[in-house]
């Protein structure tokens, strides 16, 4: 597949919570007055050999947004900036600042906004300041002579497929312990198969093509991960051979899924890129799995989707953008459940794909995302969407796809969320609700949302019925704002 050239054309790593090193930068508030507060948290998400990767989230505990950020450290001697995303990097010999892109500069009350950098060398950062605070718990560096020089490259520069030659050689039989390393795609393949509850399989920076199928399930107290660099990129050049009706892991068949979960809960998704792929991340009867940090982009259709009832899950801090390069009326962000006429496969609790409880949270989804940025399907309930950012443009209006968020279920939040619009692309509203299924486009809540709809949408949110929710109505508060409406916010009365 050919690609389009990305809109930020560097691969890095996201925050990952379970290697996070962090010390917390604030500005110094005036109790009990009104105003932004903001800390920076510092996350280390994955090392190599010579360096790492790692980001900074900036986060607003205070009543009011903040706008604009600026975040300064020093490295040691040694150690240097390779490359970085989400920001403006400018460097005076060992001082790095790094200020806001132009989509992220706003941090809302109770929001974050985050970047990401990769270092050469072993030091971390030092001397921080926030808006021009001095920081207090910094990580100290070592010493500088213990800092070796750069031997490997790191994410951004994916070496070849093989690995770095620290990686460990294929494992015979299948590799075990609380670690498995892996370096190719014939390794990745052989850790999914053989997973066991608690396991971790760390991925090295490099290119793995394939299919990458997951069939064991972890446990409540036993998770299993799959983790590494943004440079650690799988891709799948499939679909191949002949599948059931119903989409199932078949000898012979590979479904062009990036990485798919089958029958497979209680997994960690982290840090890693999913890319030229027929779907992005697929989830079948796999619930209670948490997607961290990870980029998708340049797929077919969807980027992620939970479906086959895999409730109770988390996506956050990632990012999806490029999708339905072949099918745009398909190329969804995120995806969750399924339409009711694809319940005779999907529908594994009483006839409905119950992928209930899904939490999206504070991702960046769009630009060029064909279809929705969200698409919550009929027959899913109780799910939040907080703190996300959509980007509208490249959205296409095929398949109905017009809007940022079209909620078909019941009993959403909506929360904290800023979507925009501006050309090339076709858009009808911000947030849509249908009623698809009896009983469902209900009960759903707006609150504290921004919108931009580029003077082409009509309304930031707009409910298409009210008398088929009678005893469970969609509510849109007034903390919600709009710019740039054909209309205005909503077209139902609103909420204090």
């Not at 974050?112 to 072993?122: A, R």
């Not at 790191?154 to 075990?176: A, D, K, Q, R």
């Not at 199932?248 to 590979?254: H, K």
């Not at 398949?399 to 019941?410: A, F, P, T």
């Amino acid at each position: 597949m050919t690609l389009t050239p990305v809109g930020r054309t560097a691969l890095g790593a996201s925050v990952a919570a379970t290697l996070a090193v962090a010390t917390t930068l604030a500005l110094t508030p005036t109790a009990h007055a009104a105003g932004p507060v903001l800390t920076a948290t510092f996350t280390q998400s994955s090392a190599w050999g010579s360096g790492y990767a790692a980001a900074y989230t900036i986060r607003n505990g205070g009543d009011a947004a903040a706008n604009g950020w600026v975040v300064e450290f020093d490295l040691a001697a040694g150690s240097t900036v390779s490359t970085s995303w989400d920001s403006v990097r400018s460097q005076s010999g060992q001082r790095y600042r790094f200020a806001n892109a132009g989509w992220n500069g706003t941090v809302a009350p109770g929001g974050t906004q985050s970047f990401g950098f990769n270092v050469s060398g072993l030091a971390t950062p030092t001397n921080c300041t926030l808006n021009g605070a001095p920081c207090t718990g910094g990580p100290t560096p070592p010493p500088p002579t213990t800092t070796p020089p750069p031997t490997t490259p790191p994410p951004s520069t994916p070496p070849p497929t093989t690995g770095p030659p620290t990686s460990p050689p294929p494992t015979t039989p299948p590799p075990s312990g609380p670690t498995v390393n892996v370096s190719t795609a014939a390794e990745l393949r052989s850790a999914l198969a053989a997973a066991q509850p608690g396991q971790t399989i760390r991925l090295a920076a490099g290119t793995y093509r394939g299919s990458f199928v997951a069939q064991r399930a972890g446990t409540a107290s036993a998770r299993i991960t799959l983790t590494g660099p943004r440079g650690a990129v799988l891709i799948n050049d499939g679909p191949s051979g002949s599948g059931p009706s119903c989409p199932a892991p078949t000898t012979g068949w590979d479904s062009g899924y990036g990485v798919w979960l089958f029958n497979a809960p209680y997994w960690n998704l982290s840090g890693f890129t999913v890319a030229e792929s027929k779907k992005g991340i697929m989830l079948d009867n796999s619930h209670h799995v948490t997607i961290d940090g990870v980029y998708v982009h340049h797929t077919d259709e969807e980027g992620v989707h939970f479906r086959r009832s895999s409730s109770d899950g988390i996506l956050r801090n990632s990012q999806v953008e490029y999708t339905g390069l072949v099918q745009p009326g398909y190329g969804e962000g995120v995806y969750l459940g399924s339409a009711q006429s694809n319940f005779d496969c999907h529908g594994n609790s009483g006839g409905i794909d119950r992928s209930d409880r899904v939490q999206v949270l504070d991702n960046r989804i769009g630009p060029y995302v064909t279809a929705e940025h969200l698409d919550i399907k009929e027959g899913t309930e109780g799910g939040v969407v907080r703190g996300n950012t959509f980007d509208g443009r490249g959205i296409t209006g095929q398949n109905s796809g017009d809007s940022w968020v079209d909620v078909k279920g019941n009993g959403y939040l909506f929360e904290r969320n800023t979507g925009s619009f501006s050309p090339p692309g076709t858009f009808a509203n911000g947030y849509e609700t249908h009623n698809l299924l009896t009983g469902y486009g209900c009960g759903n809540t707006w609150r504290s949302n921004t919108s931009n709809l580029g003077g082409v949408g009509r309304w930031a949110i707009n409910v298409t019925s009210t008398s088929k929710c009678p005893n469970n109505p969609n509510t849109v508060h007034t903390t919600n704002t709009v710019t740039a409406a054909l209309n205005g916010l909503t077209n139902i009365p609103t909420t204090p």
